[in-house]
């Protein structure tokens, strides 16, 4: 072998061993985050996060100037960039308090006093130490923390520096990097990728488009519809965050929010246009070409309205809170379009595609009760057929059909003792079940019915569904379908 191609050969498999190793490691970090998660004992704490992240993102491209709403005239080097500086110090600050709810209260104690004896310490050596086992960042907690404390220790920085207004670009500049490099190196909270969704979340809870994501299955279509169905989803969310209030704070939430909004629509957009000429079915190539320069012109039209810049003396908040309230129901109107859209590919003779929020979380929560109530009839029928190749087979259909459609309407945590069990029967299909394992996969099953049940208990005591009792003929209709033979 000439010595260039041992050479050339030794250089491909260290960069790509160099590659499994980096996707090893990032799967490690998403399941030691999900493993922290699942345990945090917070409410409402899947909103918290989102809304933390919102921010991280926000930030992470706020110092893009071509997504700065200011005046186009002039170099950006002659500008007086002290309100951009304010908004930013605003979401700093409310990042910072996202930051602490997060962490546990015995968690922070801990860290805290780890971080006031690295204060304290006189000695480099053993101060030194202390700060490396944070910044090593071995947990989400400390990586956590570290974040908080960054966040809090930039917007002091920031307190500072606008008491020597003006701020010039440079200084807008060089903050930005050096807050985006903070934020793009932290291990467990970085959410800087704008296609990188989120299973705590992102998830699709529309029972239309579940179903209709699940009949395609296998087909081309199935994986950037649901790309773009979560993308148009993450949207609508982050419109949810724009107050309406009028105070200086707020309308400056809503100017990082609304900029977020902007360049991830479009970002969205560029992926519709690559998609559009993809391998995808001729139906949704030409829905994605008709999408795209609705996007194009939304963003052009809509989004040339941003809130103010000015300070209070130039514009009154009056007027602020008008202006954010046209760009955002502006932002609502297409993203409501391109649901309606998406939906009559499925139906064409639909009307909308969004119900109410009300009558959507009654279908989502009658969904659930009713595949909950099949579940446990198909594990009841599992014990009683001993576990057969039929009844095998019939559960793990039912397992695949219920992680693509209800695992997605159930409370985050709650999934993973189905995913489990999904794991357990998928072996017992392919492997079988011998007489030395029958018992200990009959004794599991015995076990997850427990829980399936009582999660089946709760539901059916949600108030939404007090007054919708469920349809026994349908159920009975259901089941019989699950029960044929394959």
């Not at 200011?70 to 304010?86: K, M, Q, V």
């Not at 310490?121 to 956590?144: F, G, T, V, Y």
């Not at 440079?170 to 800087?192: C, D, K, T, W, Y």
């Not at 950037?224 to 148009?232: E, I, Q, S």
Request: charged share 30%; hydrophobic share 45%; proline share 6%.
């Amino acid at each position: 072998m000439h010595p260039a191609d041992s050479n050339e050969s030794f250089l491909r498999d260290f960069f790509l061993e160099l590659s499994r190793d980096s996707e090893m490691q990032q799967r490690d970090l998403r399941r030691l985050r999900e493993a922290w998660f699942r345990a945090l004992p917070l409410k409402r704490k899947e909103e918290v996060l989102f809304e933390l992240e919102m921010y991280l993102r926000a930030i992470g491209c706020f110092f893009n100037l071509h997504n700065q709403p200011g005046p186009g005239d002039g170099p950006a080097i002659a500008r007086d960039f002290s309100e951009e500086l304010r908004v930013l110090r605003t979401a700093l600050e409310r990042a910072a308090a996202l930051s602490r709810q997060l962490l546990e209260s015995a968690s922070a104690g801990s860290l805290r006093f780890l971080s006031f004896l690295e204060s304290q310490m006189a000695p480099d050596l053993p101060r030194l130490r202390l700060m490396r086992r944070i910044l090593d960042q071995q947990r989400p907690d400390e990586s956590l923390f570290l974040l908080e404390r960054s966040l809090t220790d930039a917007r002091k920085i920031l307190d500072h520096l606008l008491k020597r207004a003006p701020c010039p670009y440079a200084l807008f500049f060089h903050f930005g990097q050096m807050v985006s490099r903070e934020i793009g190196q932290n291990r467990f909270f970085n959410p800087v990728l704008v296609f990188d969704f989120r299973p705590e979340y992102d998830r699709i809870r529309s029972v239309f488009f579940l179903d209709a994501l699940y009949r395609l299955r296998g087909s081309p279509d199935h994986r950037p519809l649901r790309r773009v169905l979560l993308m148009l989803l993450r949207l609508r969310h982050y419109l949810r965050y724009v107050p309406a209030a009028r105070q200086g704070s707020a309308l400056r939430r809503a100017r990082m929010i609304l900029l977020l909004y902007r360049s991830e629509a479009a970002a969205l957009a560029g992926f519709l246009r690559s998609l559009a000429g993809a391998a995808v079915s001729p139906g949704l190539a030409r829905l994605l070409a008709e999408l795209t320069p609705m996007f194009a012109r939304h963003l052009e039209e809509a989004m040339t309205r941003p809130p103010p810049a000015e300070g209070p003396a130039q514009a009154s908040a009056e007027e602020g809170a008008l202006r954010v309230e046209a760009v955002r129901r502006g932002a609502e109107e297409i993203l409501q379009e391109s649901f309606a859209r998406l939906w009559r590919m499925f139906v064409p003779a639909a009307e909308s595609a969004v119900a109410e929020p009300a009558r959507e979380r009654l279908e989502q929560a009658a969904r659930l009760r009713q595949d909950l109530w099949l579940y446990r009839r198909l594990l009841q029928r599992t014990l009683e057929e001993r576990a057969s190749e039929p009844a095998l087979r019939r559960l793990r259909d039912f397992c695949i059909y219920f992680g693509d459609i209800s695992g997605n309407l159930l409370r985050y945590g709650d999934e993973d003792w189905f995913e489990r069990y999904r794991g357990l029967v998928a072996s017992a299909v392919s492997s079988g079940v011998g007489p030395g394992t029958r018992d200990e996969f009959l004794s599991a099953t015995d076990r997850f019915l427990e829980r399936v049940t009582a999660l089946y208990d709760v539901v059916c005591r949600r108030a939404i569904l007090r007054d919708v009792p469920p349809d026994e003929s349908d159920l009975d209709r259901r089941l019989a379908f699950w029960l044929q033979e394959s």
